[in-house]
């Protein structure tokens, strides 16, 4: 999905606010990634505060951590590029049960996950 389809699945208004977006493009671009980049989102357990976003590019994955609110209220992101060879990935999970599918892998140190017609599209891009 495109950072900008993210916006409109985002748990709160303030997670993906216009300033937090105008603060989070530059940082992806300039590690390589497109404007409206296609992206995971690994919302956590407080997205209105802190969440991070993964963005394949060719050079490799761009890992951020974006903070909704910084000191004195701006935003802040705090970015990396990992080369695909050093990047860490864990085997992709899938289970079924009852006409539901779940797909998990780890990331780094982040687990993604997707559900139903979620997880056909994330497991697809994973290469499974």
């Not at 989070?24 to 992206?39: F, I």
């Not at 407080?46 to 951020?64: E, M």
């Amino acid at each position: 999905m495109r950072l900008s389809g993210w916006r409109k699945t985002a748990p709160t208004k303030e997670s993906t606010g216009d300033d937090v977006i105008a603060m989070l493009k530059p940082v992806l671009v300039d590690l390589g990634a497109d404007s409206d980049p296609t992206c995971w989102v690994v919302w956590g357990d407080d997205p209105q505060l802190r969440y991070s976003v993964l963005v394949p590019t060719l050079a490799g994955l761009i890992l951020a951590s974006v903070r909704t609110s910084g000191p004195e209220g701006v935003p802040r992101a705090t970015a990396k590029l990992t080369r695909w060879t050093k990047l860490t990935v864990s085997d992709l999970t899938l289970e079924s049960s009852g006409g539901h599918r779940i797909v998990a892998v780890q990331v780094e140190s982040l687990v993604l996950k997707g559900v139903d017609d979620e997880a056909i599209g994330f497991a697809s891009s994973f290469g499974g």
